[in-house]
């Protein structure tokens, strides 16, 4: 059981340039998250969705999109990276939403 | 007021010393859960446990202990005889709210470093 993947684990980009974070689920949860960890400001949730073709904002979503194509897949789009954006990304899931939550094991972001 | 402290940023001990890690939140809710997650150097978060707010029972599993007292709005951490492996971040969270409209506060992280 794979539980929560992303891909890619690390990325450099020049500002500027676009990208996509995927993550992907099997465990057929309704619930999914994208979170930025930075030093110092704990992690800080950019955007979720509470089921398939569903997205939602959250606390910093300025520059980033989402999408939910399919139950098992949160895409994270950067259409224009910033400096600002350099961060550690997580994804997580939860079958509901006072449930836990599993993370994925992050992407190391560089923006240049 | 919703938040979520961890005053402790950075903690070293010995292996084999207890250690706690505290957490005070604030909510005006009544219902509510707080959570415990681990983020060892590897870097992938863990969940460790959830307690709800009309539970207040003490946890202990293993080593981990867990002291929810809602009199002082606190949900400490206790590692007994700690271990090299137990090194890590840890963070305390509080889930607020209802059905799609809940959110998860957390709080900034203990670093917690084990030396043999």
């Known amino acids: 059981n794979a539980g929560v993947t992303q891909t890619p684990k690390f990325r450099v980009l020049k500002t500027g340039q676009s990208m996509t974070l995927l993550c992907a689920q099997d465990?057929?949860?309704?619930?999914m998250y994208w979170y930025r960890q930075d030093p110092g400001m704990g992690l800080r949730l950019i955007h979720y969705?509470?089921?398939?073709?569903?997205?939602a904002k959250g606390e910093v979503p300025d520059g980033y999109n989402v999408s939910r194509l399919k139950k098992q897949n949160f895409l994270l789009g950067l259409e224009s990276a910033a400096p600002s954006q350099t961060s550690v990304y997580f994804c997580?899931?939860?079958?509901?939403?006072?449930?836990?939550?599993?993370f994925g094991s992050g992407t190391q972001l560089s923006v240049l | 007021a919703q938040k979520v402290t961890q005053a402790q940023t950075e903690i070293s001990v010995v292996e084999k010393e207890d250690v706690t890690l505290d957490c005070v939140y604030e909510?005006?809710?009544?219902?509510?859960?707080l959570f415990w997650y681990k983020q060892p150097p590897s870097g992938e978060l863990v969940f460790l446990i959830r307690?709800?707010?009309?539970d207040e029972q003490n946890e202990i599993s293993g080593r981990y202990s867990w002291n929810f007292q809602k009199s002082t709005s606190s949900f400490n951490f206790t590692i007994t005889a700690s271990q090299v492996v137990d090194s890590a971040v840890y963070f305390c969270?509080?889930?607020?709210?209802?059905?799609?409209?809940?959110?998860?506060?957390w709080g900034l992280g203990t670093s917690l470093a084990v030396n043999p």
């Open positions: 969705s509470v089921g398939e073709g569903t997205t």
């Open positions: 997580a899931s939860s079958q509901w939403t006072a449930e836990k939550l599993f």
């Open positions: 909510t005006r809710d009544t219902t509510y859960y």
């Open positions: 307690r709800n707010s009309f």
């Open positions: 969270a509080l889930s607020l709210g209802a059905g799609n409209n809940r959110k998860l506060i």
């Open positions: 465990m057929n949860h309704e619930y």
